[in-house]
């Protein structure tokens, strides 16, 4: 079984959001006393929180589907609901957070760092919170909204100074285990190692990380053996060591050889440049040459040999016994120098700046845009508010669906509808197209609270509508106006004779 896994796929959803409630007081001598419905909690979100004890994705290994918690519902009587809890996921130092896509969301770097991978729900309003002095008692509350979903690739690219590197069974395991307390698996086949290594060295003042690389082969940037899985966990350290096999009996292999070959696979592999540390190429980084087991008198015969060709290419090179630890204090001390002249040069972290973006004075905030598919001609309107609104209505609640009227005629969204185009009985389609809301579109004409009913009622979505009080006074004036009419023309025909009598002549 896998014990150390630097890759994952995380699928997580943030809570929902609870529902508002629609609730009456009832006293004593005041059976309607007003609205007392109390809001929904929101939902919890799903946070990763860098912490230092953790050293492995393995976890979201086996369990990569995590939920936060849910809000809960509101209640009568004022009381809202709880809000749901954050769910922390903790991950190593060193995570990267990437889309599907591959584009990096978030660099974890630092005990403490977070980022917040699904945002809870927000609780829906209770029937307190709507009340308003037109609209006194609502007999309706919103829903809480859904919590996010999102799919991230987590990545685990290891906090390390420096990387040692080169062809299996060449000795990177036993030098870490020589400068340092790790204690990784040290056998004489190939790949013996299958997951990296990190020990701690000091030497004088100086404290560092070394990573141990496994499985670095020709064609490793292409996939072949181990490297392309590992070499991303060398992309932030500022010194690269080559660990060469002098001692080596398979045919074709020399230490010059296998330089070339691990320098040509550096060079091919492409780190991601939006991490900390990974906007220097690999290939531009100070390196060591270290010259292993010279324990061999045939081994220290051939680092002899090829000392001098490697320092000509301005390398600097460390001849060294693993076994009898031979040359290993000259060699900490110079990676602790690089290590420190890194650090020192290294730019001092800024604080992050807050940024605000106010929005334009003639921004919207939503779009309406004409288009057409095979069911005929419809208008799709797209922004925060009015698919949030849509999210938080029930369609069950006519008081609820005449509010939202109300709401997207207050924003614009009719005017809009106009200005595209569109006319009574068009089709229209709020949302993300996959789970859209759809209506055919009657324009608002009148709105109000005034043509409310009964509490949950709207007498607009009804087939004949209540009329308003300037309907009523309208009718009033054209009643009062046709009775005049009519005393007039009685008058008119009392002074013509029409009313006369032929008896009496």
């Keep these: 079984m896998a014990s150390f896994v630097d890759r994952v796929v995380l699928h997580a959803s943030g809570g929902d959001g609870g529902h508002g409630v629609a609730s009456i007081r009832r006293e004593k001598f005041k059976p309607l006393a007003g609205p007392d419905g109390g809001n929904g909690g929101d939902g919890g979100s799903v946070r990763l929180v860098v912490d230092p004890q953790v050293t492995t994705l393995l976890e979201y290994h086996h369990l990569p589907h995590r939920h936060a918690t849910n ?100 000795g990177k395991s036993s030098l870490i285990a020589a400068i340092s307390a790790a204690r990784p698996k040290i056998a004489d086949y190939p790949f013996t190692t299958l997951v990296p290594n990190l020990g701690v060295v000091e030497a004088g003042d100086t404290r560092f990380t070394v990573a141990d690389v496994p499985g670095l082969i020709p064609g490793a940037s292409e996939g072949k053996g181990l490297g392309l899985e590992f070499l991303r966990h060398i992309e932030r350290t500022a010194v690269i060591v080559h660990v060469l096999d002098c001692a080596t009996l398979e045919p074709g292999r020399d230490p010059l050889t296998d330089l070339d070959v691990i320098e040509a696979e550096l060079a091919a592999y492409a780190g991601d440049l939006e991490i900390s540390g990974g906007r220097v190429p690999l290939t531009e980084r100070p390196r060591l040459v270290v010259l292993n087991k010279i324990d061999v008198p045939e081994a220290r015969e051939l680092a002899d040999l090829v000392r001098p060709e490697l320092e000509a290419r301005g390398l600097r090179v460390f001849e060294i016994s693993t076994a009898s630890h031979e040359g290993l204090r000259p060699l900490t001390f110079a990676l602790a ?66 509010f939202l009227a109300d709401r997207l005629a207050k924003l614009g969204v009719e005017d809009k509808l106009f200005e595209a185009g569109a006319v009574a009985g068009d089709e229209v389609r709020i949302g993300d197209p996959r789970n859209a809301v759809v209506f055919d579109w009657e324009p608002t004409l009148m709105t109000g609270p005034e043509l409310l009913g009964a509490r949950g ?49």
């Design 71 to 170: 809000g809960t519902q509101g209640m009568g009587d004022d009381r809202d609901g709880a809000k749901g809890e954050d769910l922390v996921l903790r991950v190593p130092d060193g995570t990267v957070v990437k889309d599907p896509d591959g584009t990096v969301l978030a660099d974890l770097v630092g005990a403490g760092a977070e980022y917040v991978v699904a945002h809870g729900g927000r609780g829906g309003l209770g029937n307190r919170a709507l009340s308003s002095p037109k609209r006194k008692a609502p007999g309706f509350a919103l829903l809480g909204e859904p919590g996010e979903t999102a799919d991230v690739v987590l990545e685990l690219k290891t906090i390390a100074d420096v990387a040692l590197v080169g062809f299996p069974s060449a």
């Design 457 to 505: 009622t709207d007498l607009r979505l009804e087939d004949r509508a209540r009329p308003t009080r300037a309907d009523r006074r309208r009718e009033f004036t054209e009643r009062m106006d046709a009775k005049t009419e009519a005393r007039r023309e009685l008058w008119t025909e009392r002074e013509q004779g029409i009313w006369t009598r032929p008896d009496d002549e």
């Design 337 to 402: 120098e690089i290590v420190a002249q890194a650090r020192a040069a290294a730019p001092a972290p800024e604080p992050a700046r807050v940024v605000l973006r106010p929005r334009a004075v003639d921004e919207a905030g939503f779009t309406v845009t004409r288009k057409s598919d095979a069911d005929g001609v419809y208008y799709e309107v797209r922004g925060a508010k009015p698919e949030r609104w849509v999210r938080q209505t029930d369609f069950n609640n006519d008081e609820a669906v005449g």
